[in-house]
């Protein structure tokens, strides 16, 4: 009986855990990205702009971006125009939520060009090194 009431508990943990990852990616056991393979069609990228640009502030537009990123790949230069249409902080915040569904992450450093601000170039930066694989 105990066997049983563990293997139970294992089994809904496994599902929590599943449920809990966005289905873009998946993390490695060593707590790596698993990076998709295939980016967003230009069509998708142009919807998914014209939505972010249809919200009045940077909490919206952070939804919209995070919605629209959930099961789709994306280029580092399509994070780049997306990322454009943010002040820095949600910018930031932008940026280190797409590096999970880049397909091109090593080149991700030119997403930290579009910061002013030297901190958080390097918070994006520490972020990177940390998920790169």
Known sequence: MKKILML???AV???????????????CQDGKIVHPKTAMAAADLTTLLNNIRGKA?????????KDGLKDKGVTVDQVI????QFNEDAK??????????TTDYKKYDK?????????????????????RR
């Open 8 to 10: 139970l508990t294992l």
């Open 13 to 27: 943990m496994i599902i929590a855990v599943s449920a809990l990852t966005p289905a873009g990616y998946a993390l």
């Open 57 to 65: 502030n940077d909490a919206e537009k952070l939804t919209v971006l």
């Open 81 to 84: 125009t997306l990322l454009n």
């Open 92 to 101: 930031l915040e932008g940026a280190i939520y797409a590096f999970q569904f």
């Open 111 to 131: 997403v930290q060009d579009l910061f002013g601000k030297e901190e958080n170039k390097h918070r994006l930066q520490d972020y990177v090194d940390k998920h």
